[in-house]
């Protein structure tokens, strides 16, 4: 069964504190790695998707990497708008629908 | 604005009803999506479609229906067999180009049981 597991689910930061969130996965047929950044009560914003082990995607303070296996999203020097949760899901070659993890809810504190 | 449009933003449901959510797209995409989320929970895809009149359940379908008559809409009908309804709903649309695969969501709306 294919499965995604995101750790850790809740995140508390220091402003400046930098550090990563993990997104392990267990699927047949990887087609792409999707991170999407979701306000409370508000639909998710997509941030990077990754296709091949060995790919990097950068914005502002995010930085998506990929393995076979797990996606890091490495947050430097984060800010208190940096908090909400981050959702990664994975797209499989068999079709378009996106397979989501639980989410890591990200707090940064000033 | 390009967007995805969910109405409304807060909907309650009396025991037995049948409620309607309102998705509607203007990015010209083909394929739209129904996702449920559960308080601290990921999104769980409830019914897909990839093309107008046609449309798959997704993993958790059982309770709802949905129609695809026009490519600008997809509205999603929690039924009384829904016997939990209440959580986020959110609607997705995705398109052709490069982007052909990335999800766009819209705000969602947000179900409560009276």
Redesign the interface.
Same mark, same amino acid.
């Given at each position: 069964e294919d499965q995604?597991t $995101?750790s850790p689910?809740a995140l508390r930061l220091q402003e400046g504190e930098s550090s990563s969130l993990n997104c392990s996965y267990t699927v047949s047929g990887l087609?792409?790695l999707?991170w999407?950044r979701q306000d409370p =009560?508000?639909?998710?914003?997509?941030l990077f #998707?990754l296709y091949s082990a060995g790919e990097e995607k950068e914005k502002e303070r995010l930085k998506a990497t990929l393995t076979k296996k797990e996606s890091f999203l490495h947050i430097t020097a984060p800010k208190p708008e940096d908090s909400a949760t981050y959702?990664c !899901?994975v @797209?499989l070659n068999a079709g378009?629908?996106? #397979?989501?993890?639980?989410?890591t809810?990200l707090m940064v504190k000033p | 604005d390009g967007g995805?449009t @969910?109405s409304p933003k807060y909907l309650f449901r009396k025991e037995g009803q049948n409620v309607t959510l309102s998705c509607e797209q203007n990015l010209n995409h083909d394929?739209m /999506?129904w /996702?449920r989320q559960d308080p =601290? $929970?990921?999104?769980? *895809?409830i019914y /897909?479609s @990839?093309i107008v009149n046609d449309f798959q359940k997704?993993d958790i379908a059982e309770g709802y229906s949905v129609s695809r008559e026009k490519k600008e809409s997809f509205p999603l009908t929690v039924t009384s067999a829904q016997k939990n309804p209440t959580a986020?709903y *959110?609607c !997705?649309s995705?398109g052709g180009g490069r982007a052909k695969?990335? $999800? /766009?969501?819209? !705000?969602?709306t947000?179900l409560s049981v009276l």
């Open positions: 995604v $995101q689910e087609r792409g999707f999407y =009560g508000k639909g998710p914003e997509f #998707t959702l !899901a @797209q378009n629908m996106l #397979t989501f993890g639980g989410g809810r | 995805i @969910q394929a /999506y /996702y =601290g $929970q990921g999104l769980r *895809l /897909y @990839q997704g986020f *959110l !997705a995705s695969n990335i $999800q /766009y969501f819209g !705000a969602g947000r």
